[in-house]
Nanobody, 123 residues
Framework: VQLQASGGGLVQPGGSLRLSCKTS????????TGWFRQAPGKEREPVSC????????HYADSVKGRFTVSKDNAKNTVYLQMNSLKPEDTGVYYC?????????????????WGQGTQVTVSS
């Protein structure tokens, strides 16, 4: 199983980015997928998680209304559309997959992790 996150970069406050997580070796129809982030000096935190059938979605309170998670099972890819970015969104963003219940966003429940992509929000 491999996960490849991409799409990070440097963006000004208020800008947008779309992260992608390309997976191989598994079917997204059978696993939940999560986006997590880690800021410098802070613990990793959940951002958004989507269930295997995409019926259940969880967002952290800090990103509700600004971020949207989606998935394309045919392309084995999960996306995170991030709008109205703030400096506090800065960090390394990781995607992960696991046989979790619904849109559970508990990191240790996820089995496979990508390498992370850096998001920097700064003027």
């Amino acid at each position: 199983v491999q996960l490849q996150a991409s799409g990070g970069g440097l963006v000004q406050p208020g800008g947008s980015l779309r992260l992608s997580c390309k997976t191989s070796g598994l079917s997204l129809e059978h696993v939940g997928t999560g986006w997590f982030r880690q800021a410098p000096g802070k613990e990793r935190e959940p951002v958004s998680c989507i269930s295997d059938n995409a019926a259940d979605i969880h967002y952290a309170d800090s990103v509700k209304g600004r971020f949207t998670v989606s998935k394309d099972n045919a392309k084995n890819t999960v996306y995170l559309q991030m709008n109205s970015l703030k400096p506090e969104d800065t960090g390394v963003y990781y995607c992960a997959t696991g046989r979790v219940y619904g849109s559970s966003c508990v990191g240790p429940e996820y089995d496979h992790w990508g390498q992370g992509t850096q998001v920097t929000v700064s003027s």
